[in-house]
């Protein structure tokens, strides 16, 4: 059994989720395989002679002061801090954690809160725009009315699909999303709302799904990379269930947990693999 096989087993039997099996790895055997993989991929990157610091790991909380409205919380978008440290210097990266290469849930919020980060940035946020997303998820008053219901695919989720939309709120989205591509998939895979000292440098992808396999075996990669890797992919498309994609991120309905709680109604991003 090799360190990266040994530190999920020791992972399982110590009941740990994946990002702290990473967190262990780094802080209990720095000279492993894991530990060794995300110090050098970040070092190499940033240029930092490792053997002039002490490092070590840290968990983020779960959650922070948002930098838009201090008075609600947030997630952090890093789930692991790494620290280099010696007498004259300190360096920090945060690092986001997933544990499958499958699409997987990368920012969840609503699209008040979308909003908000989209002026905050002076970004032109239409009530088309508005509206149109507020449908899409079925959030707040936005949602069908039972005779609409009638013509509407998934009418018993209390929203509409992308193409059932009215013309101007399609143009909205896509206008909006094609516009912006860049500002929203840096904000929902390194930014979020979050202080910036909680944003993510880095992209821990594990290469299967480990709650399946039980391995672990990942990829890791600067997030400015992963950013630009999206942005290479391509723009605003609609997808065949009707919701959309901006590059590599996938944009949906949340559609999870209780059916009459404003979360089931969320705005969810979502990404596979590095």
């Known amino acids: 059994m090799n360190h990266i096989q040994q530190a999920g087993e020791d992972g399982r039997s110590a009941g740990y989720g994946y990002e702290d099996i990473i967190l262990n790895a780094i802080n209990c055997n720095l000279n492993g395989e894991i530990a060794q993989k995300v110090i050098n991929t970040i070092s190499q990157n940033e240029n930092l002679d490792i ?11 779960s959650k922070v002061i948002d930098r ?21 210097e300190n360096y920090s990266f945060g690092i ?7 699409s997987i849930q990368v920012q969840i919020t609503n699209i008040d809160n979308f909003k908000r980060a989209c002026i905050s940035q002076s970004l032109d946020f239409s009530e088309d725009l508005y509206v149109g997303l507020s449908k899409f998820c079925g959030f707040g008053q936005y949602k069908p009315t039972d005779e609409e ?8 989720r209390d929203r509409w699909l992308i193409p059932e939309l009215n013309q101007n709120e399609q ?19 390194k930014e979020g709302t979050a202080l910036e000292e909680f944003f993510a ?10 709650s399946q396999t ?19 992919k391509g723009g605003y498309t609609v997808t065949e269930k009707g919701s959309f994609h901006i590059g590599s991120v996938t944009v949906q309905m949340k559609g999870s947990g209780g059916r009459s709680t404003e979360a089931y109604h969320g705005f969810q991003f979502n990404k596979s693999g590095c």
């Open 214 to 232: 039980q391995e672990v075996d990942f990829c890791i990669k600067p997030m400015s990379e992963v950013i630009q890797k999206s942005l290479n």
């Open 171 to 189: 143009i909205a989205i896509q206008n909006f999303f094609t516009e912006n591509q860049e500002f929203v998939t840096k904000l929902v895979l």
């Open 68 to 88: 838009f409205q201090n008075t609600k919380k947030t997630s952090p978008k890093a789930d692991i801090r790494i620290n280099f440290r010696n007498n004259e």
């Open 149 to 156: 219901k009638i013509n509407l695919i998934q009418g018993e």
């Open 201 to 210: 440098d880095y992209y821990l992808v594990n290469n299967t799904k480990y």
């Open 96 to 102: 986001s954690i997933k544990s499958s290469n499958i």
């Open 51 to 61: 053997s002039t610091f002490h490092i070590c790991a840290e968990k983020m909380p």
